[in-house]
C-alpha cells in the first residue's frame, strides 16, 4: 500500500537528499519512519522503480540511486573523491567525527592554528574549490559542500553548532568498500 507520504518522501529523495535518522527536522523523522515500516519500504520500493528511481536503505537513512551512463559513473568517481578528501579534513580535525557529532566553524579555525597536519590537508582541499584566502571563508566553503549534500545539517543558528546525520555512514560505506591488497598496504606512494 503507497502512503500518504509518497509525493514527500519522493519530493525529497529526488533532489539527491538523504532521510536520516537523527535529522533534526520533525518531517524528515516522520518520513524515516513510514519508510523504516519493511512493508511500506518494499511496497515504495516497488512504486518508484516503475519510474526508474532505486528506494536505498543504508544504515539509518534512506535515498534514491538510479542507473548511471558512464560519463555519471566519472562525475560520482570524482565526487567521491572530494567527499574522501573531506572527510579525511574533518577526521584530522577531530578522530571522533561520525555520525551525532557537533562542531562549530570556530571549532575548526581554532584548531587549524595548532594543527600543522591540518594546515596542510585544508590546503589540499584548494582542487574541489575551498581557495579562499581566510581560514573562516576556506571552512565555510567545505561546510557548504557538506550541508548541501545533506551529510551534516545546521543544528543551532545562534551558536553556529552543526550536527552530523547518519547520511554520512553512506560515505564510511564506500571507504569501507575500498579493498587495498596487503601486499601494497604498507607502499609508500611516490
Request: net charge negative; hydrophobic share 35%; with cysteine.
Amino acid at each position: 500500500m503507497i502512503t500518504k507520504y509518497t509525493s514527500e518522501i519522493f519530493d525529497v529523495l529526488r533532489k539527491g537528499q538523504f532521510i536520516c535518522s537523527n535529522s533534526p527536522d520533525d518531517d524528515i523523522q516522520k518520513l524515516y519512519k513510514v519508510l523504516e515500516d519493511d512493508e511500506t519500504f518494499e511496497d515504495l520500493y516497488e512504486y518508484f522503480y516503475q519510474i526508474n528511481y532505486i528506494l536505498e536503505q543504508g544504515n539509518e537513512y534512506f535515498y534514491f540511486s538510479r542507473i548511471e551512463n558512464n560519463a555519471d559513473l566519472d562525475r560520482k568517481l570524482e565526487k567521491a573523491f572530494n567527499w574522501i578528501d573531506i572527510l579525511d579534513f574533518f577526521k584530522t580535525f577531530d578522530s571522533s567525527f561520525d555520525v551525532g557529532f557537533r562542531f562549530s566553524p570556530s571549532d575548526i579555525v581554532n584548531q587549524l592554528k595548532n594543527n600543522a597536519d591540518l594546515k596542510t590537508k585544508l590546503e589540499q582541499l584548494k582542487k574541489i574549490g575551498v581557495d579562499k584566502k581566510s581560514y573562516s571563508d576556506r571552512i565555510k566553503k567545505i561546510i557548504e559542500k557538506l550541508e548541501k549534500d545533506n551529510f551534516i545539517t545546521l543544528e543551532n543558528e545562534i551558536s553556529e553548532t552543526y550536527k552530523v546525520l547518519t547520511s554520512l555512514n553512506y560515505l564510511k560505506d564506500i571507504i569501507t568498500t575500498i579493498n587495498i591488497p596487503e601486499e601494497i598496504e604498507n607502499e609508500i606512494p611516490e
